[in-house]
């Protein structure tokens, strides 16, 4: 069993950053492999970021590369999510995710969820 909370969403405006964690209690943690997905209101949830166990590679949507940075230690069980240029549409509910897989975690590989964190854009 694993134990995902999330912190620090917030209601920014368009062009800011902001930085989500993801803490983790349970199982060992770096032996899963570590995600963001958002649900945006009225949309289905979709794949944001993950990181495998190592934090060798990182897997991003497209429509965030290049702004925002996944990264995990595993010292302290948190991952985070390092979110620059933040622009209107990706305001949604930000969810931490704990699964199996050496590729991008695809929400079938997911065993474990947090309860979200809202992060607001406003332009």
């Known amino acids: 069993q694993v134990q995902l909370v999330e912190s620090g969403g917030g209601l920014v405006h368009t062009g800011d950053s902001l930085r989500l964690s993801c803490a983790a209690s349970?199982?060992?943690?770096?032996?899963?492999?570590m995600g963001w997905f958002r649900q945006a209101p009225g949309k289905e949830r979709e794949f944001v970021a993950s990181i495998t166990t190592g934090g060798r590679n990182t897997y991003y949507v497209d429509s965030v590369k290049g702004r925002f940075t996944i990264s995990r230690d595993n010292a302290k069980n948190t991952v985070y999510l390092q979110m620059n240029s933040l622009k209107p549409e990706d305001t949604a509910i930000y969810y931490c995710a704990a699964g199996e897989s050496g590729m991008a975690l695809a929400n079938r590989d997911v065993g474990y969820w947090g309860q979200g964190t809202q992060v607001t854009v406003s332009s």
């Open positions: 349970g199982r060992a943690f770096s032996s899963y492999a």
